[in-house]
T-cell receptor, first 115, second 113 residues
Framework: DAGVIQSPRHEVTEMGQEVTLRCKPI?????LFWYRQTMMRGLELLIY????????DSGMPEDRFSAKMPNASFSTLKIQPSEPRDSAVYFC?????????????FGPGTRLTVL | KQEVTQIPAALSVPEGENLVLNCSFT??????LQWFRQDPGKGLTSLLL?????REQTSGRLNASLDKSSGRSTLYIAASQPGDSATYLC????????????FGKGTKLTVNP
């Protein structure tokens, strides 16, 4: 299996632009997680899905952030409009079962820089 | 507030040394605790998962223990090697929420040849 696939690996954009991050989970996994990692705040869960349905989006910082999972093999995290404070590494992870009871497999991350 | 703390933030040891990484958490009502490894520029790799009913888990040279009552976990690495150099993160799934993982900020380990 190719593991969790994220694209792009690096994204540099200007403040105010729309940014879309993409994730393909491991085939057969039912849960998908979006995390953000910064030096100041560490790794934070933004949102997670189970069977394509959002279960907990309490970590989404504000309305500028949105996430979708239209099918079992694809998810997007969109930031519109982007701001410099959104600069971080964004990770997608998937697991076979819902919640933290199962091992989560992480993608390589997308490093986002907003100028 | 449910928090996970890892001290120290960085640790440097000579090759071959046995070492212990520490993790503390604020609420003893947990589902499980996990240890991850993160290499520079990479994602996280799960090392060990300890369910709340367990006291420890072992994988090769790694042994993780859990003491819920004191809110502590340790990751023991035996006979450390330069390849063990990475950041090690502890994550806890607290009860009463949606089972999401709350991460510590990690301990950056350097094993010197």
């Amino acid at each position: 299996d190719a593991g969790v696939i994220q694209s792009p690996r690096h994204e540099v954009t200007e403040m105010g632009q729309e940014v879309t991050l993409r994730c393909k989970p491991i085939s057969g996994h039912n849960s998908l997680f979006w995390y953000r990692q910064t030096m100041m705040r560490g790794l934070e869960l933004l949102i997670y899905f189970n069977n394509n349905v959002p279960i907990d989006d309490s970590g989404m910082p504000e309305d500028r952030f949105s996430a979708k999972m239209p099918n079992a093999s694809f998810s997007t995290l969109k930031i519109q409009p982007s701001e410099p404070r959104d600069s971080a590494v964004y990770f997608c992870a998937s697991s076979l079962f819902m919640g933290a009871a199962d091992t989560q497999y992480f993608g390589p991350g997308t490093r986002l820089t907003v100028l | 507030k449910q928090e996970v703390t890892q001290i120290p933030a960085a640790l440097s040891v000579p090759e071959g040394e046995n070492l212990v990484l520490n993790c503390s958490f604020t609420d003893s009502a947990i589902y499980n605790l996990q240890w991850f490894r993160q290499d520079p520029g990479k994602g996280l790799t799960s090392l060990l998962l300890i369910q709340s009913s367990q006291r420890e888990q072992t994988s090769g040279r790694l042994n993780a223990s859990l003491d819920k009552s004191s809110g502590r976990s340790t990751l023991y690495i035996a006979a450390s090697q330069p390849g063990d150099s990475a950041t090690y993160l502890c994550a806890v799934s607290f009860q009463g929420g949606s089972e999401k993982l709350v991460f510590g900020k990690g301990t950056k380990l350097t094993v010197n040849p």
